[in-house]
């Protein structure tokens, strides 16, 4: 399958203003991150909140502009468009938002909601309701709820609301921003088996950035974890979750409590501090405050995406050497 | 799978028109409205007053300019003359019903142009931000400066005497406090994730604005609006009464106010009348923009 979204070292820092508007400081929310997105698969992006998924996101949509790098559509450079075609590239990638409270105009009806985007691409208003009816009934909004306003709908269906919003417009991929994050369990598990199915239906392919373990596993074909704006780990999902290489991977992993009996997995050694702050990221490798195996070598410089199996790569110093051992223990 | 789909659009093809889909929120609306019954009550007094200034011409029975000399300072109650008559012998009732027509003509006409110029100033700064924010803003609060009413009568006593020089001097006044409304009220909704997704739909700015910014603001603009109404009234009435609007032998409340302050050691009473409807006016369009208020919240 062909590559469709490419990132290609992705850059932003966000300058922090003082008094009289002089530059404070700088944010370092994403620090060139690349990866690729296969034809109709999905990828999913784990990481702390803080740690630039959703400013990824945004890059990507060019809602916010990038300092340095590329996102490459099918081949074409996103960042270098503008007019009308950087306006049919857009419909190409939609964005399904964190908070379904807030994703959703309240003073619109639920339909007109879904169909603003098409009559804004010059459909006509009846036209453009008629296909929001449709991708509402896609996604399972019973139609009585056509005409209703956001007010009174729950969590999950404002946010199967959103989703159909996103899909009208036949997107290629979607991007879903912590989608299911503001939802109950229950409520969670349908909407991303919709998502499953919806992907099927109208082959899209899936970003799925999320900071919920075990709801990327279910989702993703491949992973990629995040720390301070940097891909610390990539690969397949599977190796990933069997293997993780990286040790903020294996710490996040070892973080998820277990379900099953008898198995604890406290004691397991969870990661310790607090997240570095963006505004001053440690030198060299930036997890390495928190890191168990640290070594001096860690703060001189980030250490190179190595690649360890097909399909997988690690940041990590001690994978260069011999001393790959000490973090396998 | 494309029949499928097809069948599906066609199923999914009976939807409400517009027009009932409006009908129904407005319903809503009305019916809160009306079971508020202090705000209710007040409408139907807005109402009535508003419509007999309308009809002054139909109810009064008297010239409001020209009067009985005969029949001066007649008291509430007397013959012919039920709110009496002022210092000229001028009918009270039909002086007062001519004169709401211009005082409530100077109550709601500098609110609507405040409201659109101020609206659209405070729209355009929220939404666009940056420099075009600062320099709208920063430009408004030099107003700030200077005390409304003062800056009322000093624009006024500028342009020069007469009811079209106070609606313009009002409308300014209230320029600056509606655009700051909406300016800070376009910066809250212009963070929602519902303005990212449009954009990223590509839609323009102006749809932005126009569906879901002002959608919105537009309450809480429109209930604090309604609410300028009597502050309004109430300062168009101030600056006749300083003699800066309507001149004289024109019926307006302050104005009318202003001619009896000389009679009120000798007929108290009747020197009231105009500051009652002044009051009461101002007082009803308060209560029916608060009904208004709860009303609309309910609506969301």
Same mark, same amino acid.
């Given at each position: 399958?062909?590559?469709? &979204? ?19 400081? /700088?944010?370092?929310?994403?620090? @060139? ?30 809602? #916010? ?11 074409? @450079? ?8 950087? %306006? ?9 938002? %964190?908070?379904? +409270? ?6 619109? !009806?639920?339909? @007109? ?49 959103? #989703? ?11 991007? /879903? @921003? ?70 903020? !991977?294996?710490? &996040? ?41 640290? #070594? ?5 410089? +980030? ?27 | ?56 011409? *139909? ?13 001066? &300072? ?27 027509? *211009? ?40 107003? +700030? ?36 409304? /909406? ?44 609410? %300028?109404?009597?502050?309004? *009234? ?28 000389? %009679? ?37």
């Amino acid at each position: 399958m062909g590559v469709i &979204l490419e990132a290609v070292e992705l850059k932003k820092t966000f300058p922090i203003k003082g008094w009289l508007g002089k530059t404070k400081g /700088a944010v370092s929310a994403v620090h @060139d991150v690349s990866f690729s997105l296969k034809e109709q698969s999905t990828i999913g992006i784990v990481g702390e909140s803080g740690c630039g998924k959703s400013t990824l996101a945004r890059l990507i949509m060019r809602l #916010i502009e990038p300092d340095q790098g590329k996102v490459l559509f099918r081949g074409k @450079d996103i960042l270098t468009l503008s007019g009308a075609e950087l %306006q049919s590239v857009r419909k190409k990638i939609q964005m399904v938002f %964190q908070n379904p +409270y807030s994703s959703i105009n309240p003073k619109l !009806t639920i339909i @007109d909601n879904v169909a603003f985007s098409l009559w804004e691409n010059g459909v006509s208003k009846q036209e453009a309701r008629k296909k929001a009816n449709y991708y509402l009934e896609a996604v399972g909004l019973p139609r009585s709820y056509a005409t209703r306003y956001p007010s009174s709908l729950s969590g999950g269906q404002r946010q199967r609301v959103a #989703i159909a919003r996103a899909l009208v417009l036949e997107p290629e991929i979607i991007i /879903a @921003d912590e989608a299911v994050s503001a939802l109950d369990k229950s409520v969670q598990a349908q909407v991303l088996n919709l998502l499953q199915e919806l992907k099927t239906e109208f082959s899209l392919s899936l970003v799925f950035i999320s900071h919920d373990l075990n709801v990327v596993e279910y989702i993703s074909d491949e992973v990629m974890v995040m720390y301070l704006g940097k891909v610390v780990e990539k690969g397949i999902a599977n190796q990933i979750y069997e293997t993780p290489n990286h040790p903020y !991977t294996r710490a &996040l992993l070892n973080s998820v409590p277990s379900m099953e009996v008898g198995v604890s997995t406290l004691n397991n050694s969870p990661i310790t501090g607090e997240l570095p702050s963006p505004m001053n990221p440690p030198s060299g490798c930036r997890f390495r405050t928190r890191c168990p195996h640290a #070594i001096e070598q860690c703060s001189n410089m +980030y250490p190179p995406e190595i690649e360890i199996r097909t399909g997988q790569k690690v940041s990590c110093i001690l994978y260069e050497s011999s001393s790959r051992e000490k973090v396998l223990l | 799978m494309i029949t499928e789909n097809t069948e599906r659009i066609n199923t999914a093809t009976t939807i409400l028109t517009r027009k009932e889909k409006e009908d129904s929120t407005t319903k809503k609306v009305i019916r809160v409205f009306c079971k508020n019954r202090i705000a209710f009550v007040s409408f139907i007094v807005l109402l009535i007053i508003i419509f007999s200034c309308l009809l002054a011409p *139909l109810i009064a029975q008297y010239d409001p300019l020209e009067g009985e000399i005969t029949d001066r &300072l007649l008291v509430i109650g007397s013959e012919g003359h039920i709110l009496g008559t002022d210092e000229q012998g001028r009918d009270m009732l039909t002086r007062i019903l001519y004169g709401g027509r *211009l005082s409530l003509l100077a109550g709601i006409v500098p609110v609507l142009i405040a409201g659109f110029i101020g609206s659209f100033l405070g729209i355009v700064a929220g939404y666009f931000g940056g420099i075009l924010n600062t320099i709208i803003m920063r430009t408004l609060d030099i107003f +700030y400066a200077f005390p409304a009413i003062l800056l009322a009568i000093g624009i006024s006593a500028a342009l020069g005497q007469g009811i079209n020089n106070i609606i313009i001097a009002i409308s300014i006044v209230f320029i600056p406090p509606v655009a700051r409304i /909406a300016e800070s009220a376009v910066k809250g909704v212009r963070e929602e994730e519902f303005i990212e997704a449009a954009k990223s739909s590509g839609a323009r700015n102006f749809s932005i604005i126009r569906y879901h910014i002002i959608m919105n603001v537009f309450s809480r603009l429109f209930v604090y609006c309604t609410t %300028q109404i009597s502050i309004s *009234l109430v300062l168009a009435s101030g600056l006749s009464f300083l003699g800066l609007g309507v001149s004289p032998p024109n019926p307006e409340w302050g104005i009318m106010l202003n001619n009896l302050k000389q %009679q009120i050691f000798i007929n108290p009473l009747l020197t009231i009348i105009p500051g009652l409807f002044i009051f009461i006016t101002a007082l009803a369009i308060n209560l029916v923009s608060d009904g208004l208020r709860d009303a609309l919240e309910i609506k969301e």
